[in-house]
């Protein structure tokens, strides 16, 4: 019989870092594909994504961002989905669903 193992200080620390580089990456990316600088899609100095921010240099640009509404259908009782229609300067647009985490009321 097998006997669980506490995980050790320095996995904890692994898992963290490569958990950031993850992060990092994924926001250099997008950054790369949007034509911009990380620290403009980041609050935190560049290393996460910011989603108001990223609104805010679609908007720069002339993409049209309608104020978001609440979905008709909420799947989770942990979550509120909220729609976001966005609309580039071709016409072409898509609508972005966003799961905000439920606040007790």
């Known amino acids: 019989m097998k006997t669980a193992t506490k995980p050790l200080a320095h996995d ?3 898992s963290q870092a490569l ?3 993850a992060a ?8 790369k594909s949007v ?5 403009d899609l980041s609050s935190d100095g560049g290393r ?3 989603m108001l921010r990223l609104l805010d240099v679609m908007r720069a640009r002339g993409y049209r961002i309608d104020p978001p509404v609440m979905a ?6 942990l979550h509120t989905i909220w729609l976001i229609n966005i609309v580039v300067p071709t016409g072409v647009g ?3 669903g966003v799961p905000l985490p439920r606040v007790p009321a």
């Open 72 to 77: 008709t259908a909420q799947p989770s009782p």
């Open 19 to 21: 958990a950031a580089n």
């Open 94 to 96: 898509v609508r972005l």
């Open 12 to 14: 904890q620390r692994l």
């Open 48 to 50: 996460s994504i910011d």
């Open 24 to 31: 990092l990456a994924r926001l250099q990316h997008l950054a």
């Open 35 to 39: 034509r911009c600088d990380p620290t």
